[in-house]
């Protein structure tokens, strides 16, 4: 059944294959096009440079009006993101506009990387470390990249 | 998947695409339906997907302007252009596979008879590699600019004259400025009465302005008369929904013919997509009977309560987890 949600995901997924951004990838579930699994490879200068993270983004019947729920599958030490993978970011919340895609999503998650946000901590540990202690933090961060590798 | 499904990138050539991308809504990536325009940002998208976007948050969804529904106005040049566009995109993707096919057929000739046009298509690129690349001083680029237009042939003489927007005829351009000056004074052009000036003897009739401008919308007028045909039903009224208890809310949509069923939340969602559903019928100016438009809402809610019960199981995503695996 095709219904408005499902149409605009498979448009998603065609502006991503003719226009990948650098560094994500993303697919849809051969069998469920509301559920995706996606690669964000880490940004180069920043201490997850070389890692390959996979994420699932799960849709419903209301998006684009509503965002998709979004979680890291690989391991990750970040400041935003959550033990149990989900993110504090605000567009996936309070920022959603209906007319980000998923690459506009997954863009949005690689500039996180770069640019963790330790004002709204979803991991303290990282959060404080980022602050008040970058090496022990880069190294932590490295210990992920190389998990991720697995 | 789906037959009917069209994406902008059907197209290979680019302008067609692009064409076919600029005429989408930005939230459901459909062609415009019913195209608003937000007078405070001039964003447009399709009626409904902005105002139920305005009911979530009241600012645009391009630029976060603040925008309220009534920022709203039919956009109908768009409309028009999506309806010609729509009803001509297979013919163009049709000669596009042709064009290619022939493209196709001409390179394999090029390529097995040793012609000189493979010497001659080389050549260019030739000469792009010579120019210096990077090191261009402001001025040698200024320099190589009015060089590159000197060399340049000269343009294809065409028809130069345009409409003028005050007395709608046609206006050679170089004699535009002095022209405006008289026709906003509402004085006679006299270079106009010369036979020389217009190609057609000007009759009495082609004298008076010929108002292009005024017909145009008058489609989209006659467009808009066509609404009264329908019963478009009994128009919502906003409601603040905390004043209201779910009795309220009941009798409310019982009034409106909407089922009264669910809590308070459900109820709230109905009224608000009805409002929304029902504004966007309005807009179009080919609305559809209140019946139609109820059958729609109840569709819609079915398919969300679909969702619900299968909503986000642990399991699924568990599932997928070696599935990703197969993804680097």
Not at chain 1, 27 to 56: H, Q, R, S, Y
């Amino acid at each position: 059944m095709s219904t408005p949600s499902r149409r605009r995901l498979m448009r998603d997924f065609k502006r991503l294959q003719k226009d990948p951004p650098a560094g994500i990838s993303g697919a849809p579930c051969p069998d469920n096009i509301m559920l995706w699994n996606a690669v964000i490879f880490g940004p180069a200068e920043t201490p997850f440079e070389d890692g390959t993270f996979k994420l699932v983004l799960q849709f419903d019947e209301t998006y684009p009006n509503k965002p998709p729920s979004v979680k890291f599958v690989s391991k990750m030490f970040h400041p935003n993101v959550y033990a149990n993978g989900e993110l504090c970011l605000d567009i996936l919340q309070n920022r959603w506009s209906p007319t980000y895609d998923v690459a506009a999503i997954l863009t949005s998650i690689q500039s996180l990387l770069h640019d963790p946000n330790p004002n709204s901590p979803a991991n303290a540990e990282a959060a404080n470390l980022y602050r008040e202690n970058r090496k022990e933090y880069v190294r932590r961060v490295r210990e992920i990249v190389e998990t991720s590798w697995e | 998947m789906d037959e009917d499904f069209d994406d902008p990138t059907d197209f290979a050539n680019p302008a067609f695409e692009g064409v076919d991308e600029h005429l989408r809504c930005p939230i459901c990536s459909e062609f415009f339906q019913t195209a608003m325009i937000l007078k405070t940002c001039s964003h447009t998208f399709c009626s409904l997907c902005i105002r139920r976007s305005l009911t979530v948050e009241q600012c645009c969804p391009s630029c976060r302007t603040h925008s309220v529904e009534t920022s709203l106005h039919n956009n109908y040049v768009v409309d028009n252009l999506v309806s010609v566009w729509k009803n001509n995109r297979k013919s163009i993707l049709d000669l596009e596979g042709q064009l290619k096919q022939a493209n196709e057929r001409d390179k394999n000739a090029v390529t097995m008879s040793d012609s000189p046009m493979d010497t001659s298509l080389s050549q260019p690129t030739d000469g792009d590699e010579r120019s210096p690349p990077a090191r261009q001083t402001r001025s040698s680029s200024r320099r190589s600019a009015s060089q590159t237009s000197a060399e340049a042939p000269p343009p294809v003489p065409e028809d130069t004259r345009v409409d003028c927007h005050i007395c709608h005829r046609k206006i050679d351009l170089n004699h535009l400025n002095q022209h405006w000056d008289l026709c906003e004074q509402g004085k006679p052009d006299p270079s106009l009465d010369k036979p020389s000036s217009t190609s057609s003897s000007p009759s009495p009739s082609a004298k008076k302005p010929v108002m292009f401008g005024v017909h145009q919308p008058s489609t989209s007028k006659s467009l808009t008369r066509m609404k009264k045909a329908v019963d478009l039903g009994k128009k919502p009224q906003k409601i603040v929904y905390n004043l209201e208890t779910p009795v309220g809310l009941r009798k409310v949509l019982r009034e409106l013919g909407l089922p009264d069923k669910g809590d308070k939340s459900t109820l709230i969602k109905r009224h608000k997509e009805w409002i929304s559903l029902y504004n966007a019928n309005v807009d179009s100016t080919d609305p559809v009977d209140v019946k139609v438009l109820r059958k729609r809402l109840l569709e819609q809610e079915g398919r969300l309560a679909i969702v619900t019960e299968e909503k986000i199981n642990q399991d699924g995503i568990e599932q997928h987890r070696f599935g990703i695996r197969q993804l680097d």
